[in-house]
């Protein structure tokens, strides 16, 4: 695959500070927040007279690993034992039951409750204007990522900072998700003596990754190696461009003719991202009648695509996890333990 920079002027700033321009009288007309703090104590009787009014609740965290959520509570001092009425839940999680019972005081490990206070956010107002500021920059960027900074992690050459070599995975925020992603460094030069790969993180995350290892083929005379979907190096040599494309959207020849900066692209759909697009290439029967014939006289061709993601694919990912809403913890921590299906 062949990744390079594209650096494009346009008017996105001003679209975005257009947007943006009443974060600061938003925000300077807001009076106060209604917010909760919570508090951890141990399980005495001088932290049980501090926690809010029965209406409210409090936490039981238990010493077997279990959680109690107790809308009422009373203390019987003489016995050591809280009871409680509320709900309880099981050590992962994932299961609730009604709860009206009493809980020994020695087997709760911590209390945590929570008490209504009102702050007045007026350093909100600051940070608006430098948010405004922020955002004119951050919203050019997302409109155009590539004027800004490349995918996460990205890949260069030696310290040639100004031309993308590849970009990587992005989409692995759990060890079950774990990915290796194999890129085409097509516009590296092979010459003699080290030859280095730099990866830099230029999207403002953090990443943890295992290793990154330069991988080294012969390369045939006149041609090339690539990497296939089942993970193998191919020598390829006579490489044809298609003699015509054609799409939906009109004619895509000098885009598809070789991997160099120039790229096909097209939007997609406005209200279903699963809609398909069709790419009709045509190549030249005589001048494919002589390529890829091996010792044998059989003749083998492939079909070579070079192709990058772009935010389409990353807003599918996050987007995912923004309609799980609350339960993206829980979805992802099953994910994690491999029980999705339950």
Same mark, same amino acid.
């Given at each position: 695959?062949?990744?390079?920079?594209?650096?494009?002027?346009?008017?996105?700033?001003?679209?975005?500070?257009?947007?943006?321009?009443?974060?600061?009288?938003?925000?300077?007309?807001?009076?106060?927040?209604?917010?909760?703090?919570?508090?951890?104590?141990?399980?005495?009787?001088?932290?049980?007279?501090?926690?809010?009014?029965?209406?409210?609740?409090?936490?039981?965290?238990?010493?077997?690993?279990?959680?109690?959520?107790?809308?009422?509570?009373?203390?019987?001092?003489?016995?050591?034992?809280?009871?409680?009425?509320?709900?309880?839940?099981?050590?992962?999680?994932?299961?609730?039951?009604?709860?009206?019972?009493?809980?020994?005081?020695?087997?709760? /490990?911590?209390?945590?409750?929570?008490?209504?206070?009102?702050?007045?956010?007026?350093?909100?107002?600051?940070?608006?204007?430098?948010?405004?500021?922020?955002?004119?920059?951050?919203?050019?960027?997302?409109?155009?990522?590539?004027?800004?900074?490349?995918?996460?992690?990205?890949?260069?050459?030696?310290?040639?900072?100004?031309?993308?070599?590849?970009?990587?995975?992005?989409?692995?925020?759990?060890?079950?998700?774990?990915?290796?992603?194999?890129?085409?460094?097509?516009?590296?030069?092979?010459?003699?003596?080290?030859?280095?790969?730099?990866m830099r993180n230029e999207a403002l995350e953090?990443?943890?990754?295992?290793?990154?290892?330069?991988?080294?083929?012969?390369?045939? /005379?006149?041609?090339?190696?690539?990497?296939?979907?089942?993970?193998?190096?191919?020598?390829?040599?006579?490489?044809?461009?298609?003699?015509?494309?054609?799409?939906?959207?009109?004619?895509?020849?000098?885009?598809?003719?070789?991997?160099?900066?120039?790229?096909?692209?097209?939007?997609?759909?406005?209200?279903?991202?699963?809609?398909?697009?069709?790419?009709?290439?045509?190549?030249?029967?005589?001048?494919?009648?002589?390529?890829?014939?091996?010792?044998?006289?059989?003749?083998?061709?492939?079909?070579?695509?070079? /192709?990058?993601?772009?935010?389409?694919?990353?807003?599918?990912?996050?987007?995912?996890?923004?309609?799980?809403?609350?339960?993206?913890?829980?979805?992802?921590?099953?994910?994690?333990?491999?029980?999705?299906?339950?």
């Open positions: 695959m062949q990744f390079v920079s594209e650096i494009r002027a346009r008017d996105a700033a001003i679209r975005v500070a257009r947007a943006v321009s009443g974060l600061i009288t938003v925000v300077a007309m807001g009076s106060c927040v209604r917010v909760w703090n919570p508090t951890v104590a141990a399980p005495t009787s001088a932290a049980l007279a501090k926690a809010p009014t029965p209406a409210s609740s409090i936490k039981l965290h238990l010493r077997s690993g279990e959680l109690i959520i107790a809308t009422a509570w009373q203390e019987d001092t003489a016995a050591k034992v809280l009871r409680v009425i509320g709900s309880g839940y099981s050590v992962d999680r994932l299961s609730s039951a009604a709860v009206d019972r009493a809980v020994p005081m020695d087997s709760i /490990a911590l209390l945590q409750a929570s008490t209504a206070g009102t702050v007045y956010p007026s350093g909100l107002v600051t940070l608006a204007i430098w948010g405004t500021i922020s955002g004119v920059v951050s919203g050019a960027c997302l409109v155009d990522p590539k004027a800004c900074f490349g995918s996460c992690p990205t890949f260069y050459v030696a310290d040639d900072t100004s031309f993308i070599q590849a970009e990587g995975f992005s989409a692995s925020p759990l060890r079950t998700l774990e990915a290796r992603d194999v890129d085409h460094l097509y516009a590296s030069a092979s010459l003699p003596g080290p030859f280095t790969v730099r953090t990443h943890a990754v295992r290793s990154v290892r330069l991988l080294i083929a012969p390369r045939p /005379a006149n041609g090339r190696v690539f990497h296939s979907p089942s993970d193998e190096l191919f020598p390829v040599s006579g490489i044809t461009p298609p003699r015509e494309c054609r799409t939906g959207s009109g004619d895509c020849t000098t885009e598809l003719a070789t991997l160099d900066s120039r790229e096909w692209k097209s939007t997609t759909d406005s209200t279903d991202l699963a809609t398909r697009e069709t790419v009709e290439l045509t190549f030249d029967r005589a001048a494919l009648a002589n390529i890829g014939t091996s010792n044998d006289g059989e003749s083998r061709l492939g079909l070579i695509l070079g /192709a990058r993601h772009t935010l389409v694919s990353t807003f599918l990912f996050y987007q995912s996890l923004a309609f799980a809403g609350d339960a993206a913890g829980d979805v992802l921590a099953r994910i994690e333990r491999g029980t999705v299906a339950e």
